[in-house]
T-cell receptor, first 113, second 112 residues
Framework: NAGVTQTPKFQVLKTGQSMTLQCAQD?????MYWYRQDPGMGLRLIYY???????DKGEVPNGYNVSRLNKREFSLRLESAAPSQTSVYFC????????????FGPGTRLTVL | SQQGEEDPQALSIQEGENATMNCSYK?????LQWYRQNSGRGLVHLIL?????REKHSGRLRVTLDTSKKSSSLLITASRAADTASYFC????????????FGQGTRLTINP
């Protein structure tokens, strides 16, 4: 099993450009999450999907949109990138919401110029 | 805002010594989890302790939970160079929020 995969690994954008970060899991998990991590900081939740067909805002949702495409895939879209969105983005999944451990992808390092 | 706060922010010890990290949180929880992050990598789950448990062991890891003080500690015994990493606690919310909130982490350095 590949676990949680994320693409791309690295991305450089110019201010105002858009892009979609892809995430997929092959563990048949119900819940999926998008976090961002800034230098020296913990993870902050952007959006999550407790189950297929549902999405909810986390702590820092502004400037982002998400799509739970199916049970396996959960994408994060930046419609108009800003330098403040320069960060490392992690996708994670768990069997069921916060009752179980989360499995993390390797991360996407995004720089917005 | 962060639910969990780790203490200390950074810890440097000699190989073979024990390392203790603490986490405090604010609201009632169902469970508390500890994760490790090696530099430039994703987080890896270490241990989960539920609110009705007081202590849990996994290999060289020992986690305690004191719900009356809203605090937890992670003890790593007989540390190794490979334990060098950042360690994060994460808590859910007993009120029903279906998500975890992570602290800012403790950066642990094991010196050979």
């Amino acid at each position: 099993n590949a676990g949680v995969t994320q693409t791309p690994k690295f991305q450089v954008l110019k201010t105002g450009q858009s892009m979609t970060l892809q995430c997929a899991q092959d563990m048949n998990h119900n819940s999926m999450y998008w976090y961002r991590q800034d230098p020296g900081m913990g993870l902050r939740l952007i959006y999550y999907s407790a189950s297929e067909g549902t999405t909810d805002k986390g702590e820092v949702p502004n400037g982002y949109n998400v799509s739970r495409l199916n049970k396996r895939e959960f994408s994060l879209r930046l419609e108009s990138a800003a330098p403040s969105q320069t960060s490392v983005y992690f996708c994670a999944s768990s069997i069921r919401s916060s009752y179980n451990e989360q499995f993390f992808g390797p991360g996407t390092r995004l720089t917005v110029l | 805002s962060q639910q969990g706060e780790e203490d200390p922010q950074a810890l440097s010890i000699q190989e073979g010594e024990n390392a203790t990290m603490n986490c405090s949180y604010k609201t009632s929880i169902n469970n508390l989890q500890w994760y490790r992050q090696n530099s430039g990598r994703g987080l890896v789950h270490l241990i989960l302790i539920r609110s009705n448990e007081r202590e849990k062991h996994s290999g060289r890891l020992r986690v305690t939970l004191d719900t009356s003080k809203k605090s937890s500690s992670l003890l790593i015994t007989a540390s190794r160079a490979a334990d060098t990493a950042s360690y994060f606690c994460a808590t859910d919310n007993a009120a029903g929020a279906q998500k975890l909130v992570f602290g800012q982490g403790t950066r642990l350095t094991i010196n050979p």
